[in-house]
């Protein structure tokens, strides 16, 4: 029995002994493992740059300065500067520095201070770097950036803009809205109690917001009326916008040829001019506008005429869209830079500018259009979309913005319906169902 007790307690003895030194083994183990890791310094990166061992001196470009300024200040001599310019022709011309922007110059952290790169941030997210030192090259990249989804959602009391920016939107954000809806909504009609709804990218860079992303979905009431928006990548094309029934919102003419402004007179057979008080035909819309707001073409087309009205209108642009339309532009102020008779012009492309020219009370444009030769009222005219999705396609449109549209409204509803209708009439002509 002794014998027995004596070897159970060796047993147990050395069980203690080999798991105690195991568990100090671990333990010594965690403890260098977390020695070492804390001791591991990672390099630092910028603009796809190790700048361990640089200090970086940041400015503002100002007006009139060139980079030859810039650098000359840390020492960078003609020929650097020469072979800069020669590299970085076909990624970023460094002529094309802007007043405002911020650069950076990255130099050595010793006595000597030699600069080694140049940065330019083109925009809150994108940049140009150019090395300085050894075999000079140049290239553009993106700071990382994080997207955050966001919905902005007012009543209109006075306009867009002023409800929007009251409801935390930003500027860009207004702008890109009027965009989308400026084949379909003329803004110069919304009234107050209109509304809207936006889903929206923001994005960051850590913490900082730098810019608007795309606008993802968007509803907007006018006279009790929805307008449906949804982005959406069709024919593995760029981004377009739809509405439910998988129209899109893009037409052949813009709805107003110039943004935020009021009209001032419509489109009339017996109008009282204002200046010589004879009662005669109006056939076009009078926008107010201070001078030199920019004025755009409706549509593509080419410029048939650009010079003086001596008949009133003062500077003026007729441009041919086809066969069928032609726009005119009156009281300019002037025309953009490269238009001319001739020119051809893009849907939204900048012609000119808001003036007072010619027989005019105040600044304003009267905008006119012509059909097969006859004026009509721009206000109502009924152009078709483009682009539509085809009906095979709708099923996977009205997937994928099921979720946007829950967004917007709180339901699917409206999808169902139309889903619904297209299912029993064999097509997808829902344009009859109600979306309130």
């Given at each position: 029995?002794?014998?027995?007790?004596?070897?159970?307690?060796?047993?147990?003895?050395?069980f203690f002994l080999l798991y105690g030194c195991r568990n100090r083994t671990a333990r010594i183990k965690d403890e260098v493992t977390e020695s070492v890791v804390q001791d591991t310094i990672y390099p630092e990166f910028r603009w796809e740059i190790c700048i361990d061992s640089l200090d970086i001196h940041s400015g503002i470009i100002g007006r009139n300065e060139v980079l030859s300024t810039i650098l000359g200040r840390h020492g960078v001599g003609a020929s650097v500067l020469h072979e800069v310019e020669t590299v970085s022709k076909d990624i970023f011309n460094v002529r094309r520095l802007q007043a405002g922007k911020t650069y950076h110059v990255l130099t050595d952290r010793d006595s000597a201070m030699t600069a080694r790169?140049?940065?330019?941030?083109?925009?809150?997210?994108?940049?140009?770097?150019?090395?300085?030192?050894?075999?000079?090259?140049?290239?553009?990249?993106?700071?990382?950036?994080?997207?955050?989804?966001?919905?902005?959602?007012?009543?209109?009391?006075?306009?867009?803009?002023?409800?929007?920016?009251?409801?935390?939107?930003?500027?860009?954000?207004?702008?890109?809205?009027?965009?989308?809806?400026?084949?379909?909504?003329?803004?110069?009609?919304?009234?107050?109690?209109?509304?809207?709804?936006?889903?929206?990218?923001?994005?960051?860079?850590?913490?900082?917001?730098?810019?608007?992303?795309?606008?993802?979905?968007?509803?907007?009431?006018?006279?009790?009326?929805?307008?449906?928006?949804?982005?959406?990548?069709?024919?593995?094309?760029?981004?377009?916008?739809?509405?439910?029934?998988?129209?899109?919102?893009?037409?052949?003419?813009?709805?107003?040829?110039?943004?935020?402004?009021?009209?001032?007179?419509?489109?009339?057979?017996?109008?009282?001019?204002?200046?010589?008080?004879?009662?005669?035909?109006?056939?076009?819309?009078?926008?107010?506008?201070?001078?030199?707001?920019?004025?755009?073409?409706?549509?593509?087309?080419?410029?048939?005429?650009?010079?003086?009205?001596?008949?009133?209108?003062?500077?003026?642009?007729?441009?041919?869209?086809?066969?069928?339309?032609?726009?005119?532009?009156?009281?300019?102020?002037?025309?953009?830079?490269?238009?001319?008779?001739?020119?051809?012009?893009?849907?939204?492309?900048?012609?000119?500018?808001?003036?007072?020219?010619?027989?005019?009370?105040?600044?304003?444009?009267?905008?006119?259009?012509?059909?097969?030769?006859?004026?009509?009222?721009?206000?109502?005219?009924?152009?078709?979309?483009?682009?539509?999705?085809?009906?095979?396609?709708?099923?996977?449109?009205?997937?994928?913005?099921?979720?946007?549209?829950?967004?917007?409204?709180?339901?699917?509803?409206?999808?169902?319906?139309?889903?619904?209708?297209?299912?029993?009439?064999?097509?997808?002509?829902?344009?009859?169902?109600?979306?309130?």
């Amino acid at each position: 029995m002794k014998i027995n007790g004596l070897l159970t307690t060796i047993v147990l003895l050395s069980f203690f002994l080999l798991y105690g030194c195991r568990n100090r083994t671990a333990r010594i183990k965690d403890e260098v493992t977390e020695s070492v890791v804390q001791d591991t310094i990672y390099p630092e990166f910028r603009w796809e740059i190790c700048i361990d061992s640089l200090d970086i001196h940041s400015g503002i470009i100002g007006r009139n300065e060139v980079l030859s300024t810039i650098l000359g200040r840390h020492g960078v001599g003609a020929s650097v500067l020469h072979e800069v310019e020669t590299v970085s022709k076909d990624i970023f011309n460094v002529r094309r520095l802007q007043a405002g922007k911020t650069y950076h110059v990255l130099t050595d952290r010793d006595s000597a201070m030699t600069a080694r790169y140049f940065v330019y941030e083109i925009s809150a997210v994108d940049y140009a770097v150019y090395s300085l030192t050894d075999s000079i090259f140049s290239y553009v990249g993106q700071a990382r950036t994080d997207t955050l989804y966001k919905s902005v959602s007012g009543i209109i009391e006075s306009s867009l803009w002023n409800a929007m920016t009251a409801n935390g939107a930003a500027p860009d954000l207004t702008g890109q809205l009027a965009d989308i809806y400026s084949w379909t909504i003329d803004f110069f009609g919304i009234q107050r109690g209109d509304s809207f709804n936006v889903y929206y990218e923001d994005i960051y860079i850590d913490t900082t917001r730098v810019a608007t992303g795309n606008i993802l979905a968007a509803n907007f009431i006018t006279g009790g009326r929805d307008h449906f928006a949804f982005r959406y990548h069709y024919n593995n094309g760029r981004g377009e916008y739809f509405d439910q029934n998988g129209t899109s919102l893009r037409r052949a003419f813009l709805k107003a040829p110039l943004n935020f402004s009021r009209i001032s007179s419509r489109f009339s057979n017996a109008r009282r001019h204002p200046i010589t008080k004879i009662v005669r035909p109006h056939h076009g819309v009078d926008y107010a506008a201070p001078s030199g707001t920019p004025v755009y073409s409706v549509g593509d087309g080419t410029v048939i005429a650009r010079g003086w009205d001596s008949n009133g209108g003062g500077n003026y642009i007729r441009i041919r869209h086809n066969s069928t339309y032609v726009t005119l532009y009156m009281h300019l102020r002037g025309f953009a830079s490269g238009i001319h008779q001739g020119t051809k012009v893009s849907q939204g492309q900048l012609i000119g500018y808001v003036g007072a020219t010619g027989m005019a009370t105040g600044p304003h444009l009267d905008y006119r259009v012509y059909k097969d030769g006859t004026a009509i009222d721009p206000l109502r005219m009924d152009l078709p979309a483009v682009d539509p999705i085809k009906e095979q396609d709708l099923p996977a449109y009205w997937d994928s913005i099921r979720p946007l549209m829950k967004i917007l409204t709180g339901t699917e509803s409206p999808l169902d319906s139309l889903q619904a209708v297209a299912l029993s009439a064999g097509s997808a002509d829902p344009l009859n169902t109600s979306y309130q």
